[in-house]
């Protein structure tokens, strides 16, 4: 199902496969809806018979779980104390979008319910349009609890109820899928493409700059010539940046992980340097990464081209101390379900401060002085590096 | 004992038109560090009882370029590597073996597209091998029944998914393993990774190597075996800072095979 790495942690992954499930599976039924809604007609599907009555009957099933699921997200999100759930990056907004989410999906829940239970008892009351010679089309093992309330009701009224739920659900629908392009629900469509993207190699291994490798051949190559000229045109080549202190220094890959960030907070949650206190949050680069993205993306589309606003994403959105906070420990990349990696974009920001800025913190400025002058990240002479073999 | 142990050098090696069946990659830590010594030493002793064919590069090892690169400077790493490479290449060096998991990712894994491939190992595999082919015993000895945590490098476990090596060694050793809340892939980090063993920690309200000791503390361990010399450091400090020594011990998994057999 694409859920394993959900399950390492139990309770909540195993919640989010049944609203995974339902999401998926429900989608047929809305399917019919439409088909109904244009053509006029009433389940459409329903000459499956047995098959019909199965499919109905698992999908109130499923729509009671996903709403017991979500009804159980939001007490987790608001009532009880979860670390994840509880960072800074998380107050105004983003607290509130991950609300709104779990509202709408317990309110298209309860209207699918209400529609198919008051559809039920006009079929059972032979209403027009509703009943069907070959009986009762559907099995309706959830909403046939909800008759007792429709006790009494004219038919008029119940289809008025009928409608009025059929419509909000299937507003409600195509509402709730134009809000993911402003919300962090988004990965509901691009975790897909974005798992197929990442990274296949062992976690270990970070990318060699070709620039760099191209800078250190030229240097070690005893024929190069250092007086000579550029190449036919190359004076006009801007020389490569290293590292990245803005999103466009940034990898369409990269991009497509902060848009893709549900900001569950798994990674954050293992991050060693989060656990204890550092300002370095994961979740909080995937979440910066996106928003002056998005900051980028509205200058592009008002002026037509990028014009610079005096921000970037170093310094205006993450702090340096957030990046040096870092241990490079890959917790946050093996967390997380859909194989974002927040990893190689702090690295790439320490690329620039480092390459471009020289502005390492002093002692690990000093380690790298030591490595060049003696190999050794301390200030030992790289012909003691035996000695030990002589010491008892 | 008195006495030095033999290392050999590649020059050696070379001088005599020989090859040697694996090169020890002894790393910064593993060469300068006091406490890292210890390992070195510890290894370079079981690699001899096992009869193995080894040498080390001496003064012509230098660092692989591991902190540098993790701190983001990708030229100094290359630089590294680039030197390192013409050395192993010269060499003409097919087998690796080293005790520092920053050193084995960086060989193994970032080496291969700047022309340097090796068949690269860490320590515990190579043991564990050594094993296999009944080169080398490992027995209970001391260590038998004692209550024992490994903790994962995260250079060693989630970067190249090494977890079982280290503990098979530990099981042979008949002790009694137990498993931290943090364990294998869901490792918590010493705290030394991506350059921080050189520089101070940002504020916070507590060190990593503090949180990971704690962790360690949950299953009350008589030793905590570690497989990297960065993890060792951190470990032994974090041991000092909750007024555990004596009670608890940091060790390496070659130091404990090695003690194990009275080396």
Redesign the interface.
């Known amino acids: 199902m694409g859920q394993s790495k959900m399950v390492k942690r139990p309770f909540s992954g195993f919640l989010h496969i049944i609203v995974y499930l339902g999401f998926i599976i429900i989608n047929i039924e809305v399917l019919e809806i439409l088909i109904d809604g244009i053509f006029g007609t009433h389940r459409i599907l329903s000459f499956l018979g047995a098959g019909y009555n199965f499919l109905i009957a698992t999908f109130e099933i499923l729509a009671l779980l996903v709403l017991l699921g979500v009804i159980i997200f939001w007490l987790r999100r608001n009532v009880t104390n979860i670390y994840r759930f509880l960072g800074n990056e998380l107050k105004g907004w983003p607290k509130n979008d991950a609300n709104y989410i779990l509202y709408f999906e317990m309110v298209l829940m309860i209207l699918f319910l209400t529609m198919n239970g008051a559809d039920y008892q006009l079929q059972l009351n032979g209403a027009d349009h509703y009943a069907q010679n070959a009986g009762i089309a559907g099995s309706f093992p959830i909403s046939q609890f909800l008759l007792p309330w429709f006790e009494g009701f004219s038919n008029a009224t119940l289809i008025i109820i009928e409608r009025t739920a059929w419509w909000l659900h299937i507003v409600g629908i195509l509402i709730f899928l134009n809000y993911l392009y402003y919300s962090k629900h988004l990965h509901i469509l691009l975790a897909f493409p974005n798992v197929y993207l990442s990274k296949l190699t062992p976690q270990g291994e970070f990318d060699n700059l070709e620039a760099v490798t191209n800078e250190v051949k030229l240097m070690m190559d005893p024929d190069a010539d250092p007086y000579a000229m550029p190449a036919e045109g190359a004076e006009d080549e801007v020389p490569e940046k290293f590292g990245a202190s803005d999103v466009m220094d940034l990898n369409q890959v990269q991009l497509l992980n902060a848009y893709t960030c549900t900001e569950c907070g798994r990674c954050t949650s293992e991050c060693p340097a989060n656990q204890t206190g550092k300002k370095l949050s994961p979740r909080k680069i995937m979440m910066d990464t996106r928003d002056r993205l998005e900051e980028v993306g509205n200058i592009i589309n008002k002026k037509g081209s990028f014009e610079d606003d005096g921000k970037q994403l170093l310094d205006n959105y993450i702090l340096r101390e957030e990046l040096w906070a870092c241990t490079t420990c890959n917790a946050c990349v093996e967390a997380c379900p859909i194989g974002i990696d927040p990893l190689s974009i702090i690295l790439d920001m320490r690329r620039y401060l480092v390459m471009e800025q020289s502005a390492a913190p002093s002692d690990l400025a000093n380690a790298m002085t030591n490595i060049e002058n003696n190999g050794a990240p301390w200030p030992y002479n790289q012909m003691d590096r035996l000695n030990w073999a002589k010491e008892n | 004992?008195?006495e030095?142990?033999k290392?050999p050098?590649m020059a050696e090696y070379m001088a005599q038109g020989k090859k040697p069946e694996v090169l020890f990659w002894?790393g910064?830590s593993?060469?300068?560090?006091d406490r890292a010594?210890k390992i070195?030493?510890a290894f370079?002793k079981l690699l001899h009882e096992a009869k193995v064919d080894f040498a080390?590069l001496?003064?012509e090892?230098?660092?692989t370029?591991d902190?540098?690169?993790?701190?983001?400077?990708?030229?100094?790493f290359?630089?590294?590597a680039?030197t390192n490479i013409e050395v192993l290449n010269g060499y003409e060096i097919k087998k690796v073996v080293t005790a520092c998991p920053h050193c084995f990712?960086t060989l193994?894994?970032?080496y291969p597209?700047?022309g340097g491939n090796y068949e690269v190992m860490h320590h515990t595999t190579f043991l564990k091998s050594l094993l296999e082919e009944g080169r080398l015993k490992v027995e209970g000895g001391k260590f038998k029944g004692k209550r024992i945590t490994f903790h994962d490098p995260?250079?060693l476990g989630?970067?190249?998914?090494v977890y079982e090596a280290p503990r098979d060694l530990l099981r042979k050793l008949e002790v009694e393993l137990v498993e931290m809340r943090k364990c294998k892939?869901?490792?918590?980090?010493c705290?030394?990774?991506?350059?921080?063993?050189?520089?101070?920690?940002?504020?916070?309200?507590?060190?990593?190597n503090?949180?990971?000791t704690e962790q360690a503390m949950e299953v009350k361990p008589e030793i905590i075996a570690a497989g990297c010399p960065f993890c060792n450091t951190m470990m032994t400090d974090g041991v000092k800072g909750k007024n555990q020594e004596g009670k608890i011990e940091v060790m390496d998994v070659a130091e404990m095979i090695a003690n194990a057999h009275d080396l």
């Open positions: 004992m008195a030095a142990i290392v050098t002894v910064c593993g060469s300068f560090d010594k070195t030493k370079v080390v001496g003064t090892e230098s660092c370029g902190p540098a690169k993790r701190a983001g400077n990708e030229f100094l290359q630089m590294q680039a990712n193994k894994n970032e597209a700047l995260c250079y989630r970067a190249n998914n892939s869901n490792g918590l980090c705290g030394a990774g991506g350059g921080q063993m050189f520089k101070e920690p940002e504020p916070g309200n507590k060190d990593v503090i949180e990971r």
